[in-house]
């Protein structure tokens, strides 16, 4: 594990390269330095076979020589001892026993040192203090004399001498060669001993009879020569040492020449003989130099690229996740709210069935949908809707607890799982925190709108074992809710299932009413409060239905108003209404109003004023003679489009009246704006005009608006003389509830209309 992140690590480029180059340019300079070394080692090696070498041959050469000048000696001794002459030397010379006299000169001494020949007369002189005269009295060995410098030519010269006995053996004389010292390093070749090496013949008395380096010679200089020729080294050794005459390191070579007391001493400089090899291990430090630069700069490109390389590979990879993560998203999130979906919801529900079940606890669903959603998006438009939605998605989640979650479903339902609920009390207090936040205005397109929601719960594990179930039921308990009439919330329970199936198939049987031709229009009169008489009627719409019989519109108008088939029922009532009250006149009955009611989708539908404007050319009827009812809480939605909508009728001459008026707080400043006709005053207050004190302060305060505006003001739902009594005191126009007329079939009203022609022509005669 550890073994393969590090691995990983040291195969990324930034570490790799500089990795790889920092081995390469150990292994050029490992190679470079041994290669030097070795370099080195052999030119050392072959400066020391040199120096041997050249030792060898010089050995050769001086002994050679040294013995031709002792052979002369010899011969020189033995012509005059043996054979008597006084002077050999003339004798010699012509036969060629004498060494070349341009280099040698072979001089005899008499036993006072007085030179008694020579090979070269003006050399002749008394020897008797030279050392090679007296130390060649006593021995009849070869003597080699200091070298003495010719004070006149400069010259320095080297005396070896034999002693010359008389027949009777005294001492005679000697016979003395001198040579110039320059001869013995003579051998000196500047091609192999370079411009500093050394040959030298050095005295085993330390002193140097001749010593040459390039073309200095110098002779009767003192050295160390145990230091120059050590005892016990091996014959062929060479030393490195710094010479003591001039401070050169050389490598020295030293031979003690065994019939004589010298020694040869050849030395070669080691600057010399490791000139060539420094100079190509100098040229060796540069190309390993460069070569480490190069690499240098190589692996920093190479590094630079692959980790820009690798960038960009990390940059498309991050890219790819992104564009993942953004994949994912969209599949698992609403585009708009950025709240989860409905299939990342069913997935975190199943999660949280898992987990309750497993930890034995509670888990509740809460489906959400808003109230009158659906009107605001067909009226304020699309961008409004979705304001809302988003607005209405960050309330929710204010109200909720991280662990919860919040998704919408679609439209404007949405949904919020509570899971491990430790007790019920929190999913209530979860609800009422959403009606309320709900409740506060949400400011759209500049303007102040109030929506409610309704709320569905279902728990786990009573309503339900799975995601699906759950979500169903809370959404059976959302309906109940709203049939409890919206803006609350409601718990799921067994019979709320019963009715939500009962539901689903009224919604079914709903698409076919039309066509089966099952819907019916029942009339309610309206009446003067004074006379009595039938001002005009309300067409309401019933259904009958196969199986469940006459179906009131609370029934099934909600339906139709979420599935739109509102819409095609609308102008089908629109069109039987205005077609009987033209068949009522055309029978001579009374010209009297025919009201029809609209939900706020077919007040909403943007083809309405056209439709009514055709079903008016179409039946024939007096638009004069049509009243059309909407909400109070529909003037408000859009004060512009209702503006709008509104003067459209009225220019077909189409009267307006504000139904079920005084629950939606409407103001007078407000009511001003908008061409109304009539008011019609909520069944909620009649119903308490008679006993209850707010109810009646109300209806007064609706009275005298109404008043105010100059409207006709009817009372609906009058159920009691009381009531009836109350509102005639109070002056108001027109009655409609069952205490005068119950909302009848046409033929029934038509009877009602006769009766109504008849009261009106007695009453016409009376007064005549
Ligand atoms: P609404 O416009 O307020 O109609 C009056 C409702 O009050 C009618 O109920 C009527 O039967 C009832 N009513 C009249 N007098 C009394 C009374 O003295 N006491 C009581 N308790 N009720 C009385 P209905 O026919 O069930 O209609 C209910 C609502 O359905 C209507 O309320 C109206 O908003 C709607 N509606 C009815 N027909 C149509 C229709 O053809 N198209 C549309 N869009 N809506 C309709
Ligand atoms: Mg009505």
Redesign the pocket.
């Known amino acids: 594990m550890w073994l393969r992140s590090w691995l990983g690590k040291a195969s990324e480029p930034h570490i790799l390269f500089p990795a790889i180059a920092v081995v390469l340019v150990g292994v050029v300079w490992i190679v470079t330095l041994s290669l030097n070394a070795i370099e080195r080692v052999n030119a050392e090696e072959a400066a020391v076979a040199s120096s041997r070498e050249l030792t060898e041959t010089y050995e050769a050469q001086i002994l050679r020589s040294l013995r031709e000048i002792d052979q002369a000696l010899k011969i020189v001794k033995y012509a005059y001892e043996q054979v008597g002459e006084q002077n050999a030397l003339l004798n010699l010379k012509d036969r060629a026993l004498l060494p070349p006299d341009f280099l040698f000169i072979v001089s005899l001494s008499n036993a006072k040192g007085d030179s008694i020949a020579s090979t070269r007369l003006a050399s002749m002189k008394n020897v008797a203090d030279r050392d090679y005269f007296y130390e060649a009295r006593d021995t009849d060995t070869l003597i080699i004399g200091q070298p003495e410098k010719n004070t006149s030519s400069g010259e320095w010269r080297l005396h070896f001498s034999r002693r010359l006995l008389d027949h009777d053996g005294s001492f005679a004389g000697i016979v003395c060669i001198s040579v110039d010292t320059a001869y013995f390093v003579s051998g000196y070749e500047a091609s192999k001993l370079g411009a500093h090496g050394v040959l030298g013949l050095l005295g085993s008395d330390g002193v140097f009879r001749a010593r040459r380096t390039g073309e200095s010679i110098f002779s009767g200089e003192k050295a160390d020569y145990a230091a120059l020729v050590p005892n016990g080294v091996e014959e062929n050794q060479s030393v490195l040492s710094t010479s003591t005459w001039d401070r050169v390191r050389r490598y020295i070579s030293a031979r003690p020449l065994y019939d004589f007391p010298f020694a040869v001493i050849v030395g070669l400089s080691e600057d010399e003989q490791l000139a060539e090899t420094n100079a190509r291990a100098r040229q060796h430090l540069i190309w390993a130099g460069i070569a480490s630069v190069l690499l240098i700069v190589f692996s920093a490109i190479m590094g630079r690229i692959s980790w820009q390389l690798a960038q960009s590979r990390l940059r498309a990879a991050q890219e790819q996740i992104a564009h993942a993560e953004r994949v994912e998203k969209l599949a698992y999130h609403d585009i708009l709210t950025n709240l989860p979906n409905r299939s990342l919801f069913s997935k975190l529900l199943g999660q949280g069935i898992q987990q309750a079940h497993r930890y034995n606890k509670q888990l509740a669903v809460l489906f959400l949908d808003l109230d009158r959603f659906k009107h605001i998006n067909d009226t304020l438009g699309h961008e409004a809707g979705d304001q809302l939605l988003q607005e209405v998605a960050k309330r929710l989640k204010l109200c909720l607890r991280d662990s919860d979650t919040v998704a919408r479903l679609g439209g404007d339902e949405f949904v919020v799982m509570l899971p491990e609920l430790v007790e019920e009390k929190y999913v209530v207090t979860v609800a009422q925190k959403i009606l309320a936040a709900t409740a506060s205005p949400f400011t759209l397109l500049g303007q102040e709108f109030r929506i409610t929601v309704s709320i569905g719960i279902s728990t786990y594990p009573q309503d339900g074992q799975d995601e699906q179930t759950l979500t169903k039921n809370a959404d059976i308990a959302m309906y109940q809710a709203k049939a409890e009439g919206k803006n609350n919330f409601q718990f799921y329970s067994e019979k709320l299932n019963a009715n939500s199936l009962e539901r689903l198939a009224l919604e079914s049987s709903l698409r076919h009413a039309l066509d089966r031709n099952e819907f019916q ?2 009339y ?1 009169a309206k009446r003067d409060i004074n006379s009595s008489r039938i001002t005009g009627m ?4 019933r259904w009958n239905h196969p199986d469940l019989g006459v179906l ?3 029934q099934f ?1 909600p339906v139709a108003e979420e599935t739109g088939l ?1 819409l095609a ?2 102008k089908w ?1 629109l069109k039987t209404a205005c077609l009987q009250n033209v068949a009522w006149q055309k029978l001579g009955l009374p010209r009297v109003n025919m009201a ?4 706020a989708r ?1 007040f909403a539908d943007e083809h309405l004023l056209e439709d009514i404007a055709l079903i008016l050319n179409a039946t024939g009827m007096d638009g004069e003679l049509l009243e059309i ?1 909407i ?1 109070e809480s529909l003037l408000m939605l859009d004060v512009k489009k209702t503006l709008q909508v509104l003067s459209g009728l009225k220019a077909m001459g189409i009267k307006i009246a504000v ?2 008026f005084g629950t939606g707080y409407t103001s007078l400043a407000t009511l001003k704006q908008f061409p109304l006709d009539t008011i ?1 005053i909520d ?1 909620s207050f009649i119903r308490g005009v008679t006993n209850n004190a707010l109810d009646k302060g109300l209806t007064d305060a609706i009275i005298t608006m109404g008043r105010a505006l100059s409207l006709t003001l009817v009372a ?4 009691t003389k009381d009531q009836a009594d109350f509102l005639r005191q109070r002056a108001c126009d027109e009655f ?4 005068f007329s119950m ?1 009848v079939p046409a033929d029934e009203f038509e009877v009602l209309l006769r009766a109504n022609q008849q009261m009106a022509s007695s009453e016409h005669r009376n007064a005549a």
Do not use: C, S, W
């Open positions: 229009l029942h309610q309300e067409a309401l719409l009131a519109p609370m108008i509102i029922i609308g009532v029809v009611n609209l939900t077919q009812e909400n139904d079920d019609k069944r609906q739902g009058i159920e409609q509830g069952f205490y909302p």
